[in-house]
C-alpha cells in the first residue's frame, strides 16, 4: 500500500512536470509554426502576424495553466488523503493565484507593463480592501476551516457563540466560501458567516468510535427521591439500556443526572430529548407514589420489583401481643405476610403486617383481610379471657 502510494505521489509530480514542459514547448512551436505559414503562406497578412503569435501564445498558456492547476489540486487531494469537497478553501487559494499568474503571463505576452498597472492601483487596491474587509475575512476562514479541519462534512457539532448569545446544535452540511450551511436538530437549515464562526464561536464536535454520537443532557430533579431507585428504574427500560445515566451533581434539595444519548441523526435528537425527560419524569412520580403508599421505609425493599406493603394495626393492650400475633400466623391462610409489634403506646400495641403481593390492585383486598384477622382474634382472645 505505501509503495502504491509513492508510485501514484511521483506519477503526479511528474504528470504536473511534464504539463508544463510540453506547455512550454506547445507555446515555441506553436509561434514558430504560425509566423512560418503567414511569412510563406499568407505574406498579405504579415503585418498582423505579431497579434496572432501572440493571440495564440496567449489561448495555449491559458489552456495549459488551467491543466497544471487542476493536476496540483488533485495532487493535493491525494497528498493530504481528502475530497475535493473539503479542499474547496484551499482550492480556492490556489486557483486565484494560479489565475493572477495566468493573467500576468498573458499580458506580459501583450507587452503590458505590469509594474505600473500595480503601482497605479495601489491606492484603489487599499481602498478595495477596505470595501472587501467583511469578504475577505470570510473567503480567509473558509480556507481555515478546511484546511485545518476544524469542521468537517457530515459532522455533528454544537456552536456555542458569544456573538449569538445562542447554543446551535447540528450537521455541517456545507462550507462555502462566504458562509458554512447546518442542517440544526429543528430540521431548520440555517447560515452561518465563516468569519464569526471560528472568530466568536467555541465548537464542541460529537463523536463515538461507531456509528453514532452522543449528546449530553442534565436533567434536574427533587432529591425526595433516591437517587439510585431513579438510575435503577431508568435503566431498566429499553431506552434505559441504550443510554448512559449517572448522578452528576448534588444540589440542596435536587439531584442533577446526566443522561448521554446516543443518536445517528441531528434530526433524530429532539425525539430523544423528550423521550428522556418523559422517562426521567415517570421514573420519578413512579417511585414517589409508592414511597407516599408504601412508607419512606418500603422505597429500598426494591421498589421496581418487590411486593411488599406495610399495614399498621392499633389494638387495646388489654389482649397480650403475643397472642395477637400467634393468632394471626395461625389463621392467615393463603395470604402472605409477616407481623411485627413495633410499639406499645399506654393502652394500646401498634402491630405492622408486610404483606406480600403480586398485583398492587389486590392490596385493598388483602388489607381488609388482614384486618378482619387481626379484629377477630382481638375479639376471640379478649372473650376467652373474659369468661
Do not use: C
Amino acid at each position: 500500500m505505501e509503495n502504491e502510494r509513492k508510485k501514484k505521489t511521483h506519477f503526479e509530480l511528474l504528470k504536473i512536470a511534464s504539463e508544463i514542459i510540453v506547455g512550454i514547448i506547445s507555446t515555441f512551436i506553436i509561434a514558430f509554426l504560425l509566423s512560418y505559414i503567414i511569412s510563406t503562406f499568407l505574406p498579405n497578412y504579415i503585418k498582423f502576424e505579431p497579434y496572432i503569435r501572440e493571440g495564440a501564445v496567449a489561448i495555449v498558456i491559458l489552456i495549459i495553466g488551467l491543466m497544471v492547476t487542476r493536476s496540483i489540486l488533485r495532487y493535493i487531494e491525494f497528498r493530504i488523503s481528502t475530497t475535493r469537497r473539503e479542499l474547496y478553501g484551499i482550492s480556492l487559494i490556489i486557483r486565484i493565484l494560479m489565475y493572477i499568474l495566468l493573467i500576468a503571463l498573458v499580458l506580459s505576452i501583450f507587452h503590458v507593463n505590469i509594474t505600473g498597472i500595480l503601482a497605479g492601483s495601489a491606492i484603489g487596491g487599499v481602498i478595495l480592501g477596505l470595501a472587501v474587509q467583511s469578504v475577505a475575512s470570510n473567503v480567509l476562514s473558509s480556507v481555515f476551516v478546511t484546511s485545518s479541519k476544524t469542521l468537517k462534512y457530515g459532522e455533528v457539532i454544537n456552536i456555542n457563540s458569544w456573538a449569538w448569545s445562542i447554543n446551535t446544535t447540528g450537521k455541517i452540511i456545507d462550507i462555502k466560501t462566504l458562509f458554512s450551511k447546518m442542517l440544526t436538530k429543528d430540521n431548520n437549515v440555517i447560515y452561518i458567516p465563516n468569519s464569526q464562526l471560528l472568530g466568536n464561536s467555541v465548537i464542541t464536535e460529537f463523536r463515538t468510535e461507531s456509528d453514532s454520537y452522543i449528546y449530553p443532557v442534565n436533567i434536574t430533579t427533587f432529591a425526595d427521591v433516591p437517587s439510585d431507585k431513579l438510575i435503577d428504574a431508568f435503566k431498566s427500560t429499553d431506552f434505559g439500556r441504550e443510554n448512559e445515566i449517572y448522578l452528576y451533581e448534588k444540589m440542596g434539595t435536587t439531584n442533577v443526572f446526566l443522561v448521554l444519548l446516543k443518536f445517528k441523526e441531528v434530526t433524530e435528537l429532539n425525539k430523544k430529548l423528550s423521550e428522556v425527560n418523559i422517562l426521567v419524569d415517570r421514573s420519578y412520580w413512579n417511585i414517589k407514589s409508592n414511597i407516599a403508599l408504601m412508607g419512606n421505609n418500603a422505597v429500598y425493599e426494591n421498589i421496581n420489583t418487590n411486593k411488599i406493603y406495610p399495614l399498621n394495626i392499633t389494638l387495646n393492650s388489654d389482649v397480650p401481643s403475643d397472642k395477637i400475633i400467634d393468632y394471626a400466623n395461625s389463621n392467615k391462610g393463603d395470604l402472605d405476610f409477616t407481623v411485627f409489634l413495633i410499639t406499645k403506646s399506654g393502652g394500646t400495641n401498634t402491630f405492622t403486617a408486610k404483606i406480600n403481593y403480586d398485583d398492587i390492585n389486590k392490596i385493598d383486598e388483602k388489607v381488609n383481610r388482614i384486618n378482619m384477622i387481626f379484629e377477630n382474634g382481638y375479639n376471640s382472645i379478649k372473650n376467652k379471657t373474659t369468661k
